[in-house]
């Protein structure tokens, strides 16, 4: 079956520590994303990227950071200046502009 | 820039009515627009998209309509059941007809009981 990986589904961590989120698609999309979700509010963009070695800034993009070294993984750092990180994030992917996204499903990350 | 709002409140209904669910935009009227459904703990899952020249698209008991006058669409499930209870949520381009980067309402909650 093809789909998007997240793993893994609950991550912990201290403040002040980077933590990186794994996203992984075998469905052959060239574009991913990374969306933050937080209680009562809508889907925020992190970043986008869509084909191998290039990526752009969604809204939100302060305190974190994402490589794109391969058409199937597109991983996320929560760095220590991201000032709120606990959050869900999502991952999702599409084989192009206006295509509807595939989600995966979610890493809930929760910083202490 | 533009906004989406959806009902914030929980939408309750009982087995079998149909449930109307609604998203409204503020500015400009994209080329398209789509709804998703989520459920707890898990990622949205894609269900229907509409185009700004399409009125209305249906797919099962599933039905959607797009009024670029009102700037709204509606989302409509008939003869709906306990398993439809979930988070549904709109999306259109943050751009006219851009792909890619899709702003999201906060969705709606829908309960269907018994």
């Known amino acids: 079956d093809g789909g998007i990986t997240q793993s893994p589904k609950y991550l912990f961590r201290k403040e002040g520590q980077n933590v990186t989120l794994s996203c992984e698609q075998n469905?052959?999309?060239?574009?991913m994303y990374w969306y933050r979700q937080d209680p009562g509010q809508g889907l925020r963009l992190i970043y986008y990227s869509q084909i191998v070695n290039d990526f752009q800034k969604g809204d939100i993009a302060e305190g974190y950071s994402v490589s794109r070294e391969k058409k199937e993984s597109f991983p996320l750092t929560v760095t220590s200046a991201q000032k709120n990180p606990t959050a869900f994030y999502l991952c999702?992917?599409?084989?192009?502009?206006?295509?509807?996204?595939?989600f995966g499903n979610g890493t809930r990350l929760t910083v202490t | 820039s533009q906004k989406i709002e959806q009902n914030s409140e929980a939408l309750n209904i009982q087995e079998g009515k149909t449930a109307t669910l609604t998203c409204n935009y503020t500015n400009y009227s994209p080329a398209y627009l789509q709804w998703y459904r989520q459920d707890p703990g898990r990622g949205p899952v894609f269900l229907l998209l509409i185009r700004e020249n399409e009125k209305e698209k249906r797919k099962e008991r599933l039905k959607v309509t797009f009024d670029t006058t009102l700037k709204q669409s509606l989302f409509h499930i008939t003869a709906s059941q306990p398993a439809d209870s979930a988070t549904y949520l709109c999306a259109l381009p943050e751009i006219y007809n851009q792909g890619g980067k899709l702003i999201f309402g906060q969705g709606t909650e829908l309960s269907v009981k018994p």
């Open positions: 999702a992917s599409n084989p192009g502009s206006r295509s509807p996204l595939h």
């Open positions: 469905l052959n999309h060239d574009a």
